[in-house]
Structure formats: structure tokens, C-alpha cells
């Protein structure tokens, strides 16, 4: 089949990969224009786009919508449109196009986590099995008949970054099978079901901030959840003779220690080679952390440089309600 491919972050570029390899044709790609990023905030294209032109594809950067796009993209004359990641609402007028439509690869399997940020919500709420799914594009959020679905383990130390990484491989391969079928009139899509619809809204920076009044279980799952973006972090108690805002303190991934019971919730505790933090239920040590405006470090380390003031005194992190 002749088609475009949608897409814009890292986790489309497997799927984009995959077509290429297929026995089908991408004869152009659809992404986001080049974004501001870093400090100096300069434009920079999207991962899409680097892994499009090396390929020497047509790269389009329009907004998906008005006459001028439709006239294009019926002159590009492709049976079907992979969408992967891509961040645009599509109007029906540009849904109607594709002979098979607008292919949706969806990192849950749907009706769970509908929305922006499917990988994310299922490691907060403890899922222990996500998948992927393939669907034709309708006008709701995520709510179009099902082509296909896999499924994926969620370990219990993965990040949403780790579970991304896997769904972007497998879901790839689901894709692709999904165009093969649909090309050889072998597939019929499938209603969503009715009830287990739950949905995933974008993570927020607010998302991002361990509370320590909750137990110990949700305080690791939330970590997870938003590493590596946005980042989880929690606030540090700010000394007596200098007011102002608190400062912020970047947290990764933190190990479970449910032998410790003493600490109240956010009350630091430091040995020579630990940091450990009260929760609602048990203590949890933590890994890595980020002081502002400075590189990614061991806790240890920050105990005994940066944070030896927090960590001798016992002090109470910020983030309880």
C-alpha cells in the first residue's frame, strides 16, 4: 500500500523504521515544525523528521487542516495513514482521504488510557500488563474501532521511559502486521468495548512532585511514572536566615526499604551510604538526585556535600499535604 506516515517523537521512529522495511511504500511523512528546545532556544526538528530525511523522504510540516492540505494530501493518492504519536487533531474532512484511513498505533490496549499519556498512567496506577493497539481514527479521543492489539509485562522497576522503549518495538511490528492485513482484505475492525474505559490526560509538572504522605508503593510508582520526563522532584526546607522560594531537588528511580517504619513521612535520614525518606508506610532510599543547577548525582553524594544540612538535621522534605 502507498502511504503517509504521521508521527513526531522519538517512540514513532521505530514504526517509521519498520514501514520502510515492509513491503509497503511511505511516500511521504507528516510532522511537527521544527520546536524551539535547550537554552538557547533555537528550532530543532523533530526526531521524525531526522529519521525521515535521512531516508530521503518528502517531509511535510503543514497544519493538518483548510483546503490547500486536503488538496495535497488526495494528490499524494496513499491507501492509508500510520499514525504514530503525531500531535494534531485531524478534522473528518482529512480522516476521509485515506482509502483505509488514518491508522492509529495507540501505547495502551484500548479502551484503557485514552489520551495523551498512556505509558505514564499505567506504571502511576500499578498496571501490571499495557500493550498497544491499532485503530482507525475517528473525531473522539481514542475512540475509534480496534485493527489489533499486544500486550507488554510492566516490570516492577520499569520507568515510563523503559516501558515506552519496549511498546515503541512490539508496536512497530503490530503496525506493520496490521497494514499487511488490512491490504490483504483479511481485517475487520472491531467496536471498542462498552465499559473499561479510563483515561490518561498529559502529565503535568504538579503530577511530578513525590508526596510523601502517600505510601510507599505509590511514592515509587510515581517516580517511575514521570522519569524521565518531566522528572519527579521534591522541595528541601529552606534555612531560617534565608527566605525565599524552596528549592527544588530532581529525584530518579527509588528502592523500597519496608524494613524501616520510623521515619515520618518526608523526615530524611542519611548513613554513610544511604538516604533514606519516610513515607506513609516505610521508608524508601533513594538513588539519584539533582540539586539545581547541577548534574545528576548519587544520593550519597548529596548527603554528604550539597544536602548535609538537610540530611544531619533530620529534616522533613517538602511535598506532604
Do not use: C
Amino acid at each position: 500500500m502507498r502511504l503517509l506516515f504521521a508521527g513526531t517523537p522519538e517512540p514513532a521512529v521505530p514504526s517509521l523504521h519498520a514501514l520502510l522495511d515492509s513491503d509497503h511504500e511511505v511516500v511521504a511523512v507528516l510532522t511537527r515544525a521544527d520546536a524551539p528546545a535547550g537554552r538557547g532556544r533555537r528550532l530543532v526538528p523533530s526526531p521524525v523528521r531526522v529519521a525521515a530525511e535521512e531516508a530521503g523522504l518528502p517531509v511535510l510540516t503543514d497544519t493538518p487542516r483548510g483546503d490547500d492540505f486536503t488538496a495535497l494530501l488526495r494528490d499524494l493518492d496513499v491507501d492509508a495513514a500510520p499514525v504514530v504519536a503525531y500531535g494534531h487533531l485531524l478534522r473528518p474532512d482529512v480522516l476521509a482521504v485515506p482509502r483505509h484511513g488514518w491508522i492509529n498505533l495507540h501505547f495502551s490496549v484500548l479502551p484503557a488510557w485514552r489520551g495523551a499519556a498512556p505509558v505514564q498512567h499505567a506504571v502511576l496506577a500499578g498496571d501490571e500488563v499495557t500493550g498497544a493497539t491499532t485503530f482507525l481514527l475517528d473525531e473522539g479521543m481514542d475512540t475509534g474501532p480496534v485493527l489489533g492489539t499486544t500486550t507488554e509485562t510492566v516490570r516492577p522497576s520499569d520507568t515510563s521511559g523503559d516501558l515506552l522503549d519496549r511498546l515503541a518495538r512490539s508496536g512497530a511490528h503490530l503496525l506493520v502486521a496490521t497494514l499487511d492485513a488490512l491490504a490483504a482484505g483479511d481485517l475487520a475492525p472491531q467496536p471498542q468495548p462498552a465499559h473499561g474505559a479510563t483515561l490518561a490526560p498529559k502529565i503535568t509538572r504538579d503530577d511530578a512532585l513525590v508526596r510523601w504522605d502517600d505510601p510507599a508503593l505509590a511514592v515509587d510508582r510515581r517516580i517511575r511514572a514521570v522519569t524521565p520526563a518531566p522528572g519527579a522532584f521534591t522541595t528541601l526546607p529552606a534555612a531560617p536566615d534565608e527566605p525565599g522560594p524552596a528549592a527544588r531537588l530532581g529525584l530518579g528511580p527509588v528502592r523500597l526499604r519496608p524494613e524501616v517504619t520510623d521515619l515520618a513521612p518526608g523526615q530524611v535520614h542519611a548513613t554513610k551510604n544511604t538516604v533514606l525518606v519516610g513515607t506513609a508506610t516505610h521508608a524508601v532510599e533513594l538513588g539519584t538526585v539533582r540539586p539545581a543547577g547541577k548534574k545528576p548525582m548519587s544520593a550519597a553524594d548529596w548527603s554528604r556535600g550539597a544536602g548535609r544540612d538537610v540530611a544531619s538535621a533530620n529534616a522533613t522534605l517538602g511535598g506532604t499535604r
